[in-house]
């Protein structure tokens, strides 16, 4: 017999905390020899020596490797009753149940050895203590349940119920937490006692419902395992209904198992063949657990084997805990707690997953950091080179868009350099378009880029028509067309001597139609008119007309014909020197020099023709056109000279006119040659009165006129441009030559010529300015510093045509 229990103390937790481990109580009982045994004089082989040891006999000389004795918790001699056995064996675990312990008592031995009939003494037993138990403890409320079962061929019965049908064993984990059970027996009735009568008469049920056969050994032999439960509730009165009470609930098993059988003893056959078998096989496996749990033999045999059986089971350890059944609120507040226990825990898991998760996160979040930053270097990288490139295409489009812009004014295809020369309204289209109404930035821009060809312009018969004005009369004013004065009506192109002495008025006031410009309107009228407050200036119609016409002349074309080679370069030597003379000493070819009222005109400010250059016969004149307009053709608008004619348009001659006109002019200037160098120092200063009046930077001085912002701001640009190129470079030659001179105010008194033509010449040396007649002077400086400087005061073209104008002219 084994017993399974454990003593403890309860606390409210369900926690045991005197729970211990503990052995399987085994004690063997020996049975006496019963009446068939005496009947055929059997002996007992085995005798307890002690209270816990039984020793095999060996009366048979058995030569067994067996052991011979047995030691347990308790051994029981066969005079041994069951009470003894109980009170010594079983009471102390049965009743554990009543302090809330489970315990199990059970009956292991073979066939008809008395496990039912000290099974039974011991149920009596413990069912009486245990309500002696609950009569000695009134305080405390008890209830009791029992329930039966049986193991039959392997199934499960319930022995409380009538031909009950075989119960299902559970393992659903709900229902095991539910029931505090490993195993529950589905639908096992469970009866609570109300007496201990009640108990018997159940156990009588019981004991009826149970499979019994007879057997040779037996002739009530259990055919099955029969579990009596009974189960125990406790709770002190005095605190039942209240909050915090506990009841303590134990059940004890009370398990007579079948016995083992060998069925040639037993003889069994049929259906006990069958319940035997079933019952070895459950009994073996039971066999099989307690030694797996444990460390550890007919009739002799037989018992050996219950021995061996004990001994295994005497070594198994068991870990007996108080079972505590709160109530409802306590086990409320238990669940409460153990859900805030689990909470807990879930929370400290989803924490450690977040801090896994965000771990990742992070580790993600900083390579896309990481990216970024790789792709904003790149970004920077092609962003500052972009906008390099901008920037580069910026200065490069802003001189480009200048030079454009400029180009867009002043470009036009050399065809219309053609139609500009050779027609007076393109060309005064021209001007106003490309030139704009304000006459110094069209006048500069053909400066700027006359200069870059200056040395050779200074040796070529250059024209421009200066037409001064604040009305910008010319572009609105109809002008006389190219045919016009092509077919005569320029005094030009019938002149011979006066190459470029053609002037002609070219009024603010509409304009004649071709013809009627040259038949009707007279310049002089047109030059007296003081009440024209504006100063134009316009590309010369005349040399306009001149250039074109004289190509076409078929005076200039037959002449050119009759005249041989030497008379050409001889004709060519003169005219270069006559254009070095008059470069050199700026003579002033006038058509009508002799005439008062030119002079009278030229007096007048509102319409200048210039003219510098003097051809005296058609020939040179034919050759000298057909040179410039080579020249033209290369640079055509470079090469635009200052050509002042100071004489007045006389009324348009008749081409029979012509002949006598031009052969009287070509006298006339030879003999009033003598009177140009007056006149063209007279001319000079007023030319540098209009100049100065017109705003041409000739010093940083302010004139009232509709230049726009930009025109002023550019004006401004190239006035500190000037002051600064010149500080520049006399800083520069003070510098080196350690010698120069202070240098003085420069353009300060239009009036005085001499402080002009002072003026400059010293900016003509500083720049390096060709003197005429003289090859440009070497400068001290650096060729690419002066180119530089040269650069910057070139394109102060207003100053840079001034100090030509002055120098030519000295
Ligand atoms: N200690 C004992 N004193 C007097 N008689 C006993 C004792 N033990 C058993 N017996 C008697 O022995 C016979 C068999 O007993 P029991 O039925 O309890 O054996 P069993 O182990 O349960 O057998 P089975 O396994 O076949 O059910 C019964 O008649 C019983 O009265």
Not at 222 to 235: D, K, P, Y
């Amino acid at each position: 017999m084994g017993s399974i229990s454990g003593d403890s103390t309860v606390d409210l937790d369900g926690q045991d905390s005197n729970a211990h481990e503990e052995k399987i109580f085994v004690a063997v009982r020996l049975r006496p020899l019963n009446e068939r045994e005496l009947s055929k004089n059997d002996v007992s082989e085995w005798e307890c020596i002690n209270s816990t040891t039984i020793l095999f006999k060996n009366t048979l000389q058995e030569r067994t490797m067996l052991p011979t004795a047995y030691t347990f918790d308790r051994v029981f001699r066969s005079d041994a009753s069951t009470k003894q056995v109980y009170e010594e064996a079983a009471k102390k675990i049965a009743l554990s149940v009543l302090s809330g312990m489970n315990s199990t008592i059970f009956a292991y031995g073979q066939t008809s050895s008395g496990k039912t009939y000290t099974m039974s003494g011991i149920t009596e037993y413990t069912i009486a203590d245990i309500y002696d138990y609950i009569n000695m403890h009134r305080e405390r409320e008890f209830v009791l349940k029992f329930s039966a079962m049986e193991i039959y061929n392997e199934s499960v019965r319930d022995l409380l119920v009538l031909d009950g049908a075989p119960l299902r064993l559970l393992d659903d984990p709900e229902v095991i937490i539910e029931l505090r059970e490993r195993t529950v027996v589905d639908k096992l009735t469970e009866v609570t006692l109300t007496d201990s009568n009640h108990l018997h008469e159940l156990l009588s049920v019981c004991e009826a419902q149970r499979q019994i056969g007879e057997t040779t050994l037996n002739e009530l032999s259990s055919r099955s395992h029969q579990i009596l439960r009974l189960t125990v509730e406790s709770e002190t009165r005095e605190y039942v209904g209240a909050e915090n009470t506990s009841t303590l609930t134990a059940s004890v098993n009370f398990v007579d198992l079948a016995g083992s059988e060998r069925a040639s003893q037993t003889l069994s056959a049929g259906t006990r063949l069958k319940e035997g078998c079933h019952i070895n096989r459950s009994l073996l496996t039971l066999g099989t657990v307690i030694r797996k749990l444990s460390p550890a033999h007919g009739h002799l045999e037989q018992s050996r084997n219950t021995l061996l059986f004990a001994s295994c089971a005497k070594q198994v350890s068991t870990n007996a805990q108080v079972n505590v059944v709160m109530s409802e609120k306590a086990l409320v507040k238990q669940l409460q707690k153990e859900l805030a226990r689990l909470e807990n825990e879930l929370r400290s898991l989803s924490s450690l997953a977040n801090s896994c998760g965000s771990s990742s996160a992070l580790k993600e979040k900083e390579l896309l950091i990481e990216k970024m930053d790789k792709e904003i270097r790149e970004l920077t990288h092609q962003r500052d080179l972009a906008q390099s490139r901008v920037e580069d295409m910026l200065r490069s489009g802003g001189e480009y868009q200048a030079s454009k812009s400029w180009q867009d004014r002043r470009s036009v295809p050399e065809n219309n350099e053609e139609q500009f020369l050779s027609d007076d309204t393109l060309s005064r289209l021209y001007i106003d378009k490309y030139f704009g109404p304000d006459p110094c930035q069209g006048w500069e821009k053909i400066a700027q880029e006359n200069n870059k060809n200056f040395e050779d312009n200074c040796k070529e018969v250059q024209c421009i028509e200066i037409d001064f004005t604040k009305q910008n009369v010319i572009s609105s004013a109809p002008s006389p067309q190219k045919g016009d004065n092509v077919s005569g009506k320029s005094p030009c192109s019938l002149d011979n001597d006066a190459y470029f002495t053609k002037r002609e008025t070219i009024s603010s006031a509409p304009s004649p139609q071709k013809g009627d410009n040259v038949s009707e309107q007279s310049p002089c009228s047109s030059d007296n008119d003081s009440s024209q407050p504006s100063v134009n200036v316009a590309r010369s119609q005349s040399c306009a007309a001149i250039l074109t016409t004289l190509m076409k002349s078929p005076s200039s074309e037959e002449a050119e014909e009759s005249e041989n080679t030497s008379q050409d370069e001889a004709d060519n030597q003169e005219k270069v020197s006559n254009v070095e003379k008059v470069a050199s000493i700026g003579n002033l070819c006038r058509e009508d020099s002799q005439n008062s009222d030119s002079s009278d005109c030229l007096n007048d400010e509102d319409q200048i023709i210039m003219t510098f250059g003097k051809d005296r016969t058609n020939k040179q004149q034919e050759a000298r056109v057909k040179e410039h307009n080579e020249m033209i053709e290369i640079k055509p608008v470079k090469q635009i000279e200052c050509n002042l004619d100071m004489g007045d348009e006389k009324t348009p001659k008749k081409p029979e006119e012509t002949a006598d006109v031009d052969s009287d002019k070509t006298q006339d200037t030879k003999q009033s040659a003598s009177d140009w160098q007056a006149e063209f120092e007279r001319q000079k200063r007023k030319i540098i009165e209009l100049w100065d009046a017109c705003h041409i930077p000739l010093r940083e001085s302010s004139r009232p006129g509709k230049r726009n912002a930009e025109q002023a701001n550019a004006q401004e640009i190239l006035c500190k441009g000037k002051r600064s190129s010149i500080r520049e470079v006399g800083h520069r030659r003070k510098v080196e030559t350690e010698k120069a001179p202070t240098m003085p105010s420069l353009w300060t008194d239009t009036t005085n010529m001499e402080h002009m033509n002072e003026s400059a010449s010293i900016v003509a040396k500083l720049v390096g300015f060709k003197e005429p007649g003289r090859p440009r002077k070497k400068c001290s400086v650096s060729a690419s510093y002066r180119q530089q400087q040269v650069v910057q005061l070139e394109t102060q073209f207003a100053t840079h045509d001034v100090i030509r104008f002055l120098l030519d002219s000295v």
